[in-house]
């Protein structure tokens, strides 16, 4: 039996979103400080929203581990867990 759409988990809630609701825009606003206590809650100026990627480094992995790959028997070195399927 399939889960229904409404009950899936809230991963979706954390992708980017680039409109934001009233009391969100206020909150940015304040934290900028281009919006004080006495000004409107109406009419507010756009809100730009950066989507940020944050790149992982690589670690080199001859630098991380030189002493374990000279005392390995050649063997032990290969990729076992992949898979290598005849070509058609």
């Known amino acids: 039996m399939s889960q229904h759409s409404s009950l899936r988990a ?5 992708r ?4 934001f609701k009233r ?8 934290k900028e400080g281009r919006l004080k206590d006495e ?3 109406f009419g507010l100026p ?3 929203s950066i989507k940020i990627k944050i790149k992982k480094e690589k670690v ?3 630098a991380a581990t030189p002493q374990v790959q000279q005392t390995q028997a050649p063997e032990a ?3 076992t867990h992949k898979k290598e ?4």
């Open 10 to 14: 809230s991963s979706k809630t954390k």
């Open 60 to 62: 080199d992995k001859e």
């Open 39 to 41: 000004d409107s809650i």
């Open 46 to 48: 756009k809100v730009k």
């Open 77 to 79: 070195q290969t990729d």
């Open 85 to 88: 399927y005849p070509k058609k």
């Open 16 to 19: 980017h979103r680039s409109v």
């Open 23 to 30: 009391y969100e825009r206020i909150k940015i606003l304040k």
